[in-house]
């Protein structure tokens, strides 16, 4: 087994360069060491400007997102034997502005999730006197899965729609707008129809698919969307269909 | 597009989808290869004749073209869209689609409702 | 009030507000401190081709071509059978000839290629329940299959035993 | 439009707010949530140097205990609180903790965090260690991931709260005994801002990376404890360092407490249940409440030294450790209410926790010391506030129980938010000094970090040499058992890295997303705190919870039943004294457990 292994990783310098460029460093290569160990070890000992996003190192905060080897992944989670022997290919995540070396934006994100209303909505509130509402297993079960993203943008940056069209909601913010829709103690399904109803919203996606295939905690925000989409569309038959009534 | 419009024209997509996932290998084998290429016993002209005068062969044969029509539009159309990256044509794109569609639709109720005895 | 914090109006985040204002510069401006120069890679034409998936979903998309043609080879079919038992003869004399059956057999992988990719994508979209239940994607999937086979089966004995 | 002050020859954004909560984890967003439920009009600030779902509360797994079935009572809860803190605990702080807990869970079942529930619908709840009823509420082993994106999105309704996301604070704005803000580098830009407010609340939780075996995330460099030290306002209880016993060995990544709870087993390398050796009760097949697997963090940890040197653990490339069997339970069961031990054990150490053993070894966790504060988070310094690890009211005395921080971030960041928000109607608006301050923070920060020969005269030093220097002498001295000559020697060591960071160099001049400087201001934070927990750590001569001196093996009551109060003295040393510990209703016993 090689003691080495090299990374050629992306870099870039707003205030010294134009566009990115790639530097490699050699670390060395050990069983357990992930590709985020490998970064560690390059800011600690060769290169300290090498600038990246980590926190967690268990999979859960969704900070150390980054294309390796052309794929998303949780560099935390990237193990550098699956790579072996090498040269490893870390770049920042696509489709986002970069806004230095292995960082990007991920602002316009916060203004998605915020607009899709990802929060209990609800016509009256029960008194906290009055104790939980009541949600068995099978009533959690049904959003469950929506509820474990962790934002880490591996979906955004997986998705081609994404980055031909920077303005469409994407693969968590919807995810997470059903996961609230299906939650038995919200109301607000209706009001985040007229959100999600543009080709900005739900009608954007052409269920590539890749949102799910990469995201580290299957979630499988590409069901979630075409879920959205069929409870929609037959909910529009219905309006036209029935009288006002009995809808 | 008409945002209003676009869930009708998702369910018709899905259904077209649906339609031609479960109808289209059977038929495009027999009608298109297995007789063609005489590798089955093909029907005759006039079984065929006979068959089609069933309403319900006829309702059958507008579902199993229109749908898929749709189906074909609406795919067709984000193709060209995001594939070509085609932004500032994609009103015309959407009229041409579900026009055509719309057009091979109207062309099967013609010819199934002037179908001859 | 929040105009204050915010540097944006109405924006909520105060950091990003100000950044998307000031990012807003033109592509290749020098850099000039405390904004952020951005770096955006355009996504190119040919992006469907850069990766196995991508591939992979535009043919799903194109399938629907296939879809589109068979649908007017059975419309022209059906138009034929109006038109009397000559006219019908020639279609299918024209199904037989060497170009036609290339289309056909290129289009007949395609018709299949949607079957399966429509069949194991339908079970993520469709959520079935059994007394509270979620069926699972699989048994969604396998009872298309199995809706499949039996339709098939039955058009079939339609067209082979229209003779009897 | 923010405001701009013109100051000398250029201009520097200052923003403005009534409370601005520093840290966007669970306490300070649920902080700011009662801030603004309690004072609609009020301006909110929440400041942080990750975005909030990125904050280290997202790490905690095993659950939040507060009383709600029958069968428990408020006084059983704080009967454990309290002897599981082996009486260091505040006792009126842990009244009102366990008598809102209750409320502030139902609140977040309310904002929809997705708690397990039982077939009826109602909330269920788990045993956990150290507790005598089963009261831990949980989401499978996700609690504070679910927790703190329920609160986040909660958040994102709440116009009035604003945020200023990937901004580092580097001091408060402190003017005639009052803070009256912070000043903060935005990481994007490089930008230095002022953000005046009339109260800030710290939430910036703990500092567990001044040890290199940590549960704690990359982040947790203690910010905010450093902040208000270095301000002034004295530290409490620093020299309580909690250990969780089951940590994996090299990453330190948690392996929960629910593991034991549901019944998992620690074996020595004989295959044996050696904490019954322990004075913690004698195996059982099935979990006993408050007994064997499920005794206090604090006396797990130690008997796992106590095996070391008995020779009776594993030896493995990265130190010893003994094994968490959590085989017997099942694969179902694992898969419902640990799915996060497996995520985590199939992804980081290759192997299945359903057919094999888990390696695990103590690993920092916990502070219990922090930012001393009384019941409403208020600290000495007029203005300042703190809740959540970074605070410590005490609840949590010498040893902190399972699942009781996360249901403490939440009654205690609630309090101060409602008290920050109470004491802005009284206060005035900042003095027209922040202006000052802040421009001579960023000439400091200018100077320290972009002139090159103030930083590269003499030699220089790597901050990772001085960061890794420092943790292997804060395990060596303040880890699980301590004695006077291993501090003192730690007190020097750590008085010679605080001179060795002046000279550290770096590299990445940078105004964009320098992570360099973040660092070296983190480890600078660090420093000042790991000489809080050895001085106080020193200054101790008993034996109480998390705290074990092989010098004095015993419990101290007449000297020591006192909290350390660590205070920066000029010299930047620090100067320990005590405060009383209030006793209301439990005098101080012996801590019993398995019996």
Not at chain 1, 39 to 48: P, S, T
Not at chain 1, 143 to 162: G, H
Not at chain 4, 49 to 77: C, F, N, Q
Not at chain 4, 279 to 289: A, H, I, N, S
Request: charged fraction near 20%; include cysteine.
């Amino acid at each position: 087994m090689a003691s080495t292994i090299t990374l050629a990783v992306t870099r870039y310098r707003p205030e010294e360069e134009a566009e990115p460029t790639v530097e490699t460093y050699t670390v060395p290569f050990r069983k357990d060491w992930v590709v985020l160990d490998a970064l560690n070890h390059i800011k600690d000992h060769q290169d300290g400007t090498l600038s990246y996003r980590w926190s967690c190192r268990m999979g859960v905060c969704g900070s150390c997102g980054m294309m390796v080897n052309g794929s998303p992944k949780l560099t935390c989670a990237a193990f550098l034997s699956d790579y072996a022997p090498g040269p490893v290919r870390v770049e920042p995540l696509q489709f986002f502005p970069i806004v230095r070396d292995l960082i990007v934006d991920i602002g316009e994100f916060l203004h998605k999730l915020k607009k899709v209303k990802p929060w209990i909505v609800r016509a009256e509130e029960q008194p906290l006197s009055e104790g939980e509402y009541l949600q068995t297993p099978d009533e959690v079960d049904a959003y469950k899965a929506f509820s474990m993203c962790i934002n880490c943008m591996l979906c955004y940056s997986a998705c081609p729609i994404v980055g031909l069209e920077s303005h469409f909601t994407g693969p968590a913010a919807i995810a997470l707008a059903q996961r609230y829709n299906l939650d038995s103690r919200d109301q607000g399904a209706s009001g985040r129809v007229e959100i999600l109803s543009d080709h900005e919203g739900m009608w954007g996606c052409t269920f590539v698919g890749d949102c799910s295939r990469v995201c580290p905690k299957n979630v499988d925000p590409a069901a979630a969307i075409q879920q959205y989409k069929l409870t929609t569309a037959v909910d529009t038959l219905k309006s036209w269909l029935l009288p006002r009534g009995s809808r | 597009m008409n945002e209003r419009l676009t869930p009708f024209l998702w369910l018709l997509f899905s259904a077209g989808g649906t339609v031609a996932a479960l109808l289209f290998p059977v038929h495009v084998f027999l009608v298109a290869l297995a007789f063609p290429l005489g590798a089955l016993p093909a029907p005759s002209y006039e079984a065929l004749h006979g068959l089609v005068q069933h309403p319900l062969v006829r309702i059958y044969i507008f579902v199993l073209i229109s749908l898929p029509l749709f189906h074909w539009a609406h795919r067709f159309r984000y193709t060209l869209y995001d594939g070509l990256q085609l932004y500032h044509l994609t009103n015309l794109i959407a009229v041409l689609c579900y026009g055509a569609a719309l057009a091979g639709t109207a062309a099967t109720a013609y010819v199934l409702l002037t179908l001859t005895r | 009030m929040n105009g204050d914090m915010s540097g944006g109006a109405g924006l909520h985040h105060v950091g990003d507000g100000g950044m998307t204002r000031r990012a807003g510069l033109q592509p290749g401006h020098a850099y000039m401190r405390y904004h952020p120069k951005w770096y955006r890679r355009r996504m190119s034409v040919w992006w469907w081709l850069q990766k196995g998936s991508y591939a992979q979903f535009v043919l799903r998309e194109l399938t629907s071509v296939a879809v589109a043609f068979f649908a007017f080879i059975f419309l022209w079919q059906v138009w034929a059978l109006g038109q009397g038992p000559q006219a019908y003869a020639h279609v299918v004399a024209r199904l037989g000839t060497p170009l036609a059956v290339v289309l056909s057999v290129v289009g007949f992988v395609l018709v299949l290629y949607h079957t399966v990719t429509w069949f194991n994508l339908a079970p993520a979209a469709m959520v079935v329940r059994v007394s509270g239940r979620r069926v699972p994607g699989w048994m969604v999937a396998a009872a298309n299959y199995a809706a499949w086979v039996l339709l098939s089966a039955v058009v079939a004995w339609f067209f082979l035993g229209a003779n009897q | 439009m923010s405001l701009r002050y013109p100051l000398r020859d250029f201009h520097m954004d200052i923003f403005s707010c009534d409370v601005l909560v520093v840290g966007g984890g669970g306490a300070g967003l649920r902080a700011a949530i009662a801030a603004a439920d309690a004072q609609p009009t009020l301006k909110i600030g929440v400041v942080s140097k990750v975005y909030p779902m990125r904050s280290h509360t997202v790490s905690a797994e095993g659950g939040a205990a507060a009383v709600i079935k029958t069968g428990d009572s408020l006084d059983e809860h704080a009967y454990d609180t309290i002897s599981g803190g082996d009486w260091l605990s505040d006792q009126d702080a842990v009244e009102v903790f366990v008598r809102e807990a209750p409320t502030e869970m139902l609140q977040m079942e309310h904002w929809g965090c997705p708690w397990n529930r039982e077939p009826d619908g109602h909330v269920a709840v788990r045993p956990f260690g150290g507790m005598k009823v089963q009261r831990t509420w949980f989401a499978a082993d996700k609690t504070g991931f679910h927790m703190l994106h329920t609160l986040f999105q909660t958040s994102l309704k709440y116009e009035q709260i604003q945020r200023f996301d990937e901004y580092f604070v580097t001091t408060l704005l402190v003017d005639e005994g009052r803070c009256e803000g912070v000043v903060a580098i935005e990481l994007a830009t490089g930008r230095v801002v002022a953000i005046a407010a009339k109260a800030v609340i710290l939430c910036t939780g703990g500092c567990g990376k001044v040890f290199p075996f940590t549960t704690n995330a990359s982040i947790k460099n203690g910010d905010g404890m450093a902040l208000a030290y270095r301000a002034g306002v004295p530290l409490k209880d620093m020299e309580f360092v909690q250990y969780h016993p089951t940590g994996l060995p090299f990453t330190g990544i948690l392996i929960t407490e629910a593991a034991r709870a549901e019944g998992g087993w620690m074996l020595n390398k004989d295959g044996y249940r050696y904490l019954q050796d322990y004075d913690l009760g004698k195996p059982e097949p099935k979990p006993v409440l408050r007994s064997m697997e499920l005794g206090p963090r604090d006396r797990l940890s130690q008997a796992f030294v106590k095996e070391q040197e008995k020779g009776r653990t594993f030896e493995g490339p990265y130190g010893h450790y003994v094994h968490l069997d959590v085989r017997h339970l099942g694969q179902k069961l694992i898969d419902k209410k640990l799915p996060f031990v497996r995520e985590l054990c199939l992804k980081y150490v290759n192997l299945d926790p359903v057919r094999e053993m888990i390696p695990v070894r103590p690993v920092v966790h916990y502070m219990m010391g922090g930012v001393h504060t009384d019941i409403n988070g208020a600290t000495s310094l007029s203005g300042l506030y703190a809740a959540g690890e970074v605070a410590c009211v005490s609840i949590n005395g010498a040893n902190r129980l399972g699942s009781n921080s996360l249901t403490e971030l939440l009654v205690f960041g609630a309090r101060a938010g409602r008290a920050a928000a109470a004491f802005t109607a009284e206060a005035p608006d900042a003095s027209s000094s922040v202006a000052t301050q802040a421009h001579d923070e960023e000439a400091h920060l200018e100077r320290r970090f972009r002139q090159r020969d103030s930083v590269r005269s003499g030699e220089t030093e790597r901050i990772a040499t001085l960061r890794t220097e420092m943790q292997g002498v804060m395990e060596q001295s303040a880890g699980i058992y301590r004695s006077a000559p291993t501090l003192e020697q730690g007190a020097a060591q750590l008085q010679s890295l605080q001179e060795r960071l002046t000279r550290v160099g770096v590299d990445d001049r940078s105004y964009t997303f320098n992570t360099e400087i973040t660092s070296l201001l983190e480890l600078s934070y660090m420093l000042d705190l790991a000489e809080g927990i050895v001085h106080a750590a020193l200054a101790r001569t008993e034996s109480r919870g998390s705290h074990q001196r092989t010098d004095h093996p015993d419990r101290d009551d007449q000297r020591f039943l006192a909290h350390s109060m660590v205070h920066r003295t000029s010299s930047g040393q620090p100067r320990i004294e005590y405060s009383p510990v209030t006793i209301t209703r439990w005098p101080p016993g012996k801590r019993v457990y398995g019996r």
